[in-house]
C-alpha cells in the first residue's frame, strides 16, 4: 500500500519561501513519477508540478513555472517543492500524489491513484 506524507507547509509572508515535502512508502520510489497539486478553497485542484523517478524529467505548471522547484531524493523516498516569490494566490492545500506504475509523461490528473493529505499554505499580503 503506497502512502505519502506531506509536510511543511505553513504561513508566510507574500515574497517570502516555503519548502514542503512528501515521504513516500509501500512502492518503489525510484520507479514512479511524483507529482503536486494544489486546492485553493472553493476552487478545483490544480497541477503544480512533475517529476520522473531518475528526476530527469520535470514538468511545471505555467503558474509556478520560474518561481518553483521540484525536485526528490530517492535515497529518502522524499520529494520536494521549493516554493519562492509566494504570492497570496498560491495560497492552497498542496497535495503530492502518485500516478501508477508506467504512466504517460506528463501523467493526465486522473492517472494519479495514490495522494496524500495534503499540507496547508498560507501566504499573507
Known amino acids: 500500500q503506497v502512502q505519502l506524507v506531506e509536510s511543511g507547509g505553513g504561513l508566510v509572508q507574500a515574497g517570502g519561501s516555503l519548502r514542503p515535502s512528501c515521504a513516500a512508502s509501500g512502492h518503489t520510489f525510484s520507479s514512479y513519477i511524483m507529482g503536486w497539486f494544489r486546492q485553493a478553497p472553493g476552487k478545483e485542484r490544480e497541477f503544480v508540478a512533475a517529476?520522473?523517478?531518475?528526476?530527469?524529467?520535470?514538468y511545471y505548471a505555467n503558474s509556478v513555472k520560474g518561481r518553483f522547484t521540484i525536485s526528490r531524493d530517492n535515497a529518502k523516498n522524499t520529494v520536494y517543492l521549493q516554493m519562492s516569490s509566494l504570492k497570496p494566490k498560491d495560497t492552497a492545500v498542496y497535495y503530492c500524489a502518485a500516478p501508477k506504475y508506467g504512466s504517460g509523461w506528463p501523467p493526465k490528473q486522473n492517472e494519479y491513484d495514490y495522494w496524500g493529505r495534503g499540507t496547508q499554505v498560507t501566504v499573507s499580503s
Open positions: 517529476i520522473s523517478g531518475s528526476g530527469i524529467r520535470i
